[in-house]
């Protein structure tokens, strides 16, 4: 029986139109370090419009790319609404890569229009030459002399808004396209090889920003202030500008002040009701806010994710501030949103034993563990293999086919994170298959040996890494930071962890670091610790063996 429901796409242009129609007084503030400048959602709409006109002027015709290089800030939300509701799509580039996989990126998307904001000109100056199909460069803010920095090569330099000033403030949005054609895409930050292409479609944006508004998501609406740290070149910001945008929220957008100071300020200031980041941010926050007094009681609701969140930090927020961490679990793959862990109804909101689950997975996005011989593994709370997704926002193949090994036969996302599920649909990472620690043929999870040290009130962060071992051919290394002012050794922290974790699994080396090293969105980069062990470059105490 065929439905008699009518079949409108769902698309960029239907979800930009929404907000206008429906929110045109929402507010977009753009952080400028002290003080915040305020948009409207109209005005955005209208930069949106006369960008479009402008971009099909300079040549980027429907389904051709436009890359942004950009902070967090009301033009970058122009150009992520207005490039793929025009048709076109929106490369956001990772400007935290290194330079040779900024340009790789550049080059893999065929970007024909880069729109850069002008405090990261020297940043994109570096590499516009190796761009090879970029033909011109709109500089948002900034003189004649930072544009200056960008000349010299093929591709010609505007000033962004004389640019789009000129243009008609209307836009005929493309209603009709096919909600399956591309209207973003986004790289892996390549921990390992060439990044890798993701091409997000109407319908996958359109259905991820709904399922990300739901209660049982981010669970916002136009009560909301949304404060996005999240940048907007990672992961499509976990989609927060096209659900505050389809929910009429304010959106607060941090630009480049990052930093815990400036975001405590914003916070006092603004009041965002939400936010979402990597722990590493909050972490930071938190000990600002401990240290200066600073009115952080507007927020609600903070979704944490991107790495494992360490439960002492969820605790803290908790008991200290009343603000409720939650973590989710994605990946650029999967849009990235696809598992959150607020916990059951029947639970408490203090009840640290589902919080600290990795998440539950989202409706439309269904996962399974597969062992390494490729069983299914039963979803008991126990069976451990490899996590593999599937769902309408879930990436079938990278852009031009690369590394098909990723996908099994039956067209599920081989995720490479390691854990199991239990029968209410939480997961429990343990870890990446590549960090785990394979110690005399038993896995130790780096997760939890860093969760445990991370709750040692002298510690301020801790990675794990494997590390070659002649007698058990891998052992965990930690290395850690120490509070400003702690003296704590090696051996009373194997004490501390030996109350948690099975004495076996207990690291013998330990490396006293300044920071840990991290990768361009803020997670830990343990291949930067491994080859400095290699190198030798580590000072390592090694306690003596509790392994007979
Ligand atoms: P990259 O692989 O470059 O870091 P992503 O930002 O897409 O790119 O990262 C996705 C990965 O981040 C996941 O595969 C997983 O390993 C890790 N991750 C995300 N959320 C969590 C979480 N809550 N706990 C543990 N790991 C997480």
Known sequence: MQSTMQDTPLSMAMLLRHGLDTYADSKVVTWLG??????????????????????????????????????NNAEHLAAYLGIPAS???????????????????????????????????????????????????????GDADVREQLAGGSAQIHDFHEVVDAEEPTFAWDDKLDERSGASMCYTSGTTGNPKGVVYSHRSLFLHAMAGCMGSAFGISDRDRLLAIVPMFHASGWGMPFQGWLAGADLLMPDRFLQAEPLAKLIEQEKPTFSAAVPTV??????????????????????????????????????????TLIQAWGMTETSPLAAIAHPP???????????????????????????????????????????EVRGPWVTASYYQGDDPSKFSDDGWLRTGD?????????????????????????????????????????????????VPDERWSERPLASVVVRQGATVTADELREFLGSSVAKWQLPERWAFIESVPKTSVGKFDKKVIRARYAEGELEVVELESKLK
């Not at 996989?101 to 940043?123: G, M, R």
């Not at 600073?294 to 803290?316: E, N, Y």
């Open 418 to 466: 390691v854990g199991f599920l239990d029968a209410k649909g939480f997961m429990q990472i343990s870890d990446r298959s590549k960090d785990v620690i394979k110690s005399g043929g038993e896995w130790i999870s780096s997760v939890d040996l860093e969760n445990a040290l991370m709750g040692h009130p002298d510690v301020m962060e801790a990675a794990v890494v494997a």
């Open 34 to 71: 002290e003080s915040g400048r305020t948009s409207t959602y109209a005005e955005v709409g209208e930069t949106a419009a006369r960008l479009a006109n402008a971009l099909r002027r300079l040549g980027v015709g429907p389904g051709e790319r436009a890359g942004t290089f950009q902070w």
């Open 345 to 387: 109804a029947d639970a408490a909101l203090d009840d640290w034993n589902w919080r600290s689950k990795t998440g539950r997975i989202f409706p439309a996005v269904e996962c399974r563990v597969v062992s390494e011989d490729g069983v299914i593994q039963p979803n008991d709370g126990q069976a451990v293999g490899e996590f």
């Open 87 to 141: 048709g076109s799509v929106l490369h956001t580039l990772n400007i935290r890569l290194f330079p040779e996989q900024l340009a790789y990126t550049a080059n893999h998307a065929e970007d024909k229009v880069l729109i850069c904001d002008a405090s990261i000109v020297p940043v994109l100056a570096k590499v516009l030459q190796e761009m090879k199909t970029v033909e011109h460069v709109l500089v948002v803010g």
């Open 282 to 323: 909050f972490n930071d926050l938190l000990r600002y806010v401990d240290e200066h007094k600073t009115d952080v009681s507007s927020l609600r609701t903070v979704v944490c994710g991107g790495a494992a969140v360490p439960l002492s930090l969820m605790k803290a927020w908790h008991e200290r501030h009343n603000i």
